[in-house]
Each structure stands twice: as C-alpha cells, then as structure tokens.
C-alpha cells in the first residue's frame, strides 16, 4: 500500500510555469509506474504523463515538449515540470502509482491558468 500526497498546485498566468510533487509514504523504488492525470470540469481523468520503474516516460500528445516528469527515489516523490501552460492546462491533477495488481491516487491538486 502507499500513500500519496501532490503539492505545487496554485494560480499561474498564460505562459508561466509550475512544478507539482508527489510525495509517497512508502519507496518508490520498486513500484512499476507512477504518473500524473488531471481532471477539468465536465471533462473525464486522463493521463497527463508516466515513468515506469526503468525511467521510460510518456506523455499525452497535448502536453509534449511542455511538461516534463521525473522522479527522485531517494526522496520518494515524483514531480511534473509544466511549462509554457495554457487556459486548458486548467483542472485538478492527481498522483498515481501503480504497484502491480493495484492503483493509488492522491488526492489531488488544483491548477489554474488564467490571466
């Protein structure tokens, strides 16, 4: 099991940039991927981005060469490096872990950009 906590959250203007963390309770060492999916009004979760346990990435097609995820085992948190964000970056963006048979989310943290 593992707890997961986002952070980095907040208000930000057409252009400007954001990092988000994710905080784990347990090590993040082993788990097979973590990633970021975001939820906008009236609108299903999605995938946002991904790092699997090797440190292969993926990304939504909306978000490449914008956003970048990483991870950092010795602090257990994984983080989402936005950049150049726009009005449709706009929604509450989660943490999840998948530690094979299970998913976890965090409970989320909202980003707004406007101006």
């Known amino acids: 099991q593992v707890q997961l906590v986002e952070s980095g959250g907040g208000l930000v203007q057409p252009g400007g940039s954001l990092r988000l963390s994710c905080a784990a309770s347990?090590?993040?060492?082993?788990?097979?991927?973590m990633g970021w999916y975001r939820q906008a009004p009236g609108k299903e979760r999605e995938r946002v981005a991904i790092?699997?346990?090797?440190?292969?990435?993926n990304y939504a097609d909306s978000v490449k060469g914008r956003f970048t995820i990483s991870r950092d085992n010795a602090k257990n948190t994984v983080y989402l490096q936005m950049n150049s964000l726009k009005s449709d970056d706009t929604a509450v963006y989660y943490c999840?872990?998948?530690?094979?048979?299970?998913?976890?989310w965090g409970r989320g943290t909202q980003v707004t950009v406007s101006s």
């Open positions: 999840n872990a998948f530690l094979h048979p299970y998913d976890y």
């Open positions: 347990r090590s993040i060492f082993s788990i097979n991927a």
């Open positions: 790092i699997a346990v090797g440190g292969n990435t």
